[in-house]
């Protein structure tokens, strides 16, 4: 089965960190574009980071840069998103994606091809 599986959310306070995982079963990530995304209550989907290692193009958005970082092991099968410092306003469902690609734009718009089922992350105090 052609899938991808989320783990590592939870509740964390303010300035800590977590790392979500995201496993793929049945597809070889190594070539693929991948990608964070999150919703918040009441927003839209937006895209936290993207990866594409045909290019080495990397993006975040503005407001994780310094603190999240997106990386793949290979040998696993799985991306990562570090995130450090914590704000209650990364609050959210934490979804990765893959696709492919090559051509991609980080954005949910986009249409990936996988989507991973959705991990909570709680910032609170």
């Known amino acids: 089965q052609l899938q991808l599986v989320e783990s590592g959310g939870g509740l964390v306070q303010p300035g800590g960190s977590l790392r979500l995982s995201c496993a793929a079963s049945?597809?070889?990530?190594?070539?693929?574009?991948i990608g964070w995304f999150r919703q918040a209550p009441g927003k839209e989907r937006e895209g936290v980071s993207c990866?594409?290692?045909?290019?080495?193009?990397?993006y975040y958005v503005d407001s994780v840069k310094g603190r999240f970082s997106i990386s793949r092991d290979n040998a696993k099968n799985t991306m990562y998103l570090q995130m450090n410092s914590l704000k209650p306003e990364d609050t959210a469902v934490y979804y990765c994606a893959a696709d492919p690609g090559p051509g991609y734009y980080c954005s949910y718009l986009f249409d990936w091809d996988y989507w991973g089922q959705g991990t909570q992350v709680t910032v609170s105090s």
């Open positions: 049945g597809f070889t990530l190594d070539h693929y574009v």
């Open positions: 990866f594409s290692s045909s290019d080495d193009s990397i």
